[in-house]
């Protein structure tokens, strides 16, 4: 394990600790500023400071509800990468809603005199929670900084590219080390140019071995500074260790930089981040919250349209009523989808088939539930078990899926979210009978990938809900 992995498990460790004692004695503040002047204020008399049974669980709670919510926001993630002014938002926003949640569930019900007691009480924990957490984050995060300040922190890094662009951004880099990039090597392509800069650090090999060293060595972070044009080479190289845990980073072009997609940092080259989580933490809360009220709100409506399906399943045909069929999860991890049983049995005992428009394999119920999509909501348990979302990319069989990578690597990238029942895909393009047309539905629901809100899940939610009822599935 690198240093840098080692002391980001430190941090971690250190940050809880530290937000533990900052909720805690926010919480003792608190109980001082009711005890000591809002209570005996509203009653006219001492009241005793106790730090009771009572104490010791609101300490723990209010703790636990700030640890929560920093964790919802992503502050317990990059520790060795986080600034300090993001940092600063970040722990003002968790203590705000901290506060306010705390204001509504508690010191709402308080005994008071007048309502700017409550400002009183607010403002205390507030500022207390705020001054604790800040100090102690900011201590922590500034012992990183000087450690990559010294030298002592640094994350290995790959350089790929010999050009002009790469040696440029290898000088920028090596004069201004706030990056803490120490860099290994460089890659080239087998047709490039070598830049004389680029002889400062060592030559590795070709980028098709890129793969390759990143498995053989310790590496953190990979820069890729081709010049415009090999876009496609990029793409490929991306997909092919994006599984890896190494942060990517491209030079942006003119494009990049006109379209938005570059953010202005405060010292040295801006570069892209390919994002490696493309769902925030809260964000992931939310829609887990939304996939889990929605899954079991629609099975409880959809239940005598199963039940009815069911029914008719077994008069229809012989066999199982339900389907399961192995898929490929968020991260490729497999998982069993379930289905309500449309073909006939042994459907597939010549080998994997995609479904066509007159599927001979498919039973008169069948076309029916097809049509209006009943067979797909026993899907909604596998939402509830956590395999699937309500809205993502549509998840395939390790069979196919392996020759759309082979056709198109970037789609490798729908792996990173949790698959759904319907998706951007399937409202925009439909059902897909051949790979060529498989992958032109997850060029949709790669779109959708870097679109994830609540909101999008709602709207694709309506569109899927128009072709239901419409009947346009098949």
């Known amino acids: 394990m690198s240093t840098s992995k080692q002391l980001e498990r430190k941090l971690l460790f250190r940050y809880l600790l530290l937000d533990i004692i900052a909720g805690t004695g926010a919480y003792t503040a608190l109980h001082l ?31 636990a509800l700030f640890i929560g919510i920093s964790a919802l926001s992503g502050i317990y993630s990059d520790l060795t990468r986080k600034s300090r ?3 600063a938002f970040n722990t003002f926003g968790g203590t705000l809603i901290t506060a306010v949640l705390l204001f509504f569930l508690v010191l709402l019900d308080d ?31 500034t012992s990183v900084r000087h450690k990559i300040d010294k030298g002592t922190l640094n994350f290995p890094t790959i350089l790929i590219g010999s050009g002009k662009d790469a040696a440029e951004l290898l000088v920028a880099f090596q004069k201004d080390r706030s990056k803490g990039y120490s860099f ?36 953190e972070d990979v820069i890729i500074a081709l010049p415009s044009g090999n876009s496609d080479q990029i793409a490929a190289m991306v997909s092919s ?12 072009n003119l494009f990049s930089i006109l379209s938005g997609q570059v953010k202005m940092e405060s010292l040295g080259r801006s570069l892209i981040e390919v994002k490696r989580e493309l769902v925030k933490p809260h964000v992931a809360f939310i829609k887990r919250l939304f996939d889990i009220v929605v899954a079991s709100l629609l099975l409880l409506l959809a239940s005598p349209f199963i039940v009815f399906s069911i029914a008719m399943i077994a008069i229809g045909s012989p066999g199982p009523i339900f389907y399961t069929q192995e898929r490929l999860g968020k991260n ?30 498919i039973t008169p119920w069948g076309r029916t539930m097809r049509k209006f999509r009943l067979d797909e909501l026993p899907q909604f348990l596998n939402v509830l078990r956590g395999d699937m979302a ?22 490798r990238y729908l792996l990173k979210v949790k698959p759904g029942i319907t998706s951007w895909g399937m409202v925009k393009f439909g059902y897909a009978e051949n790979v060529e047309e498989m992958i032109e539905r997850a060029r949709f629901d790669l779109i959708y990938t870097e679109n994830i809100t609540l909101v999008n899940d709602i709207k694709i939610l309506f569109y899927t809900l128009v072709t239901v009822l419409q009947g346009r599935g098949k």
């Not at 309502?115 to 705020?130: K, N």
């Not at 260790?241 to 942006?252: A, F, G």
């Not at 309500?390 to 789609?411: C, K, T």
Request: hydrophobic fraction near 40%.
């Open 33 to 63: 500023v009711r005890k000591l002047f809002v209570e005996p204020e509203r009653f006219g008399a001492a009241i005793p400071i106790k730090f009771d049974q009572t104490f010791v669980l609101a300490a723990t709670a209010t703790s």
């Open 111 to 141: 005994y008071i005199k007048e309502y700017s007691d409550y400002y009183l009480t607010l403002g205390v924990y507030s500022g207390s929670l705020l001054l604790l957490s800040g100090f102690f984050r900011f201590t922590q995060s």
């Open 184 to 219: 290994m090597g460089y890659l080239s392509t087998t047709e490039a140019v070598v830049d004389e800069r680029m002889k400062a650090i060592p030559f590795l090999g070709h980028i098709d071995q890129l793969a390759d060293i990143i498995n053989d060595n310790t590496v």
């Open 85 to 87: 002014l993001a940092q």
């Open 332 to 361: 490729g991890r497999a998982f069993k989808i379930i289905k309500l049983r449309s073909m006939y049995r042994d459907a597939e005992v010549q080998g994997p088939q995609l479904s066509s428009e007159e599927d001979p394999r």
């Open 390 to 411: 309500i809205v993502g990319p549509r998840p395939e069989r390790r069979f196919f899926f392996d020759q759309i990578i082979a056709a198109a690597p970037q789609y």
């Open 241 to 252: 260790i994006e599984h890896n845990d190494v942060r990517i980073h491209v030079l942006p």
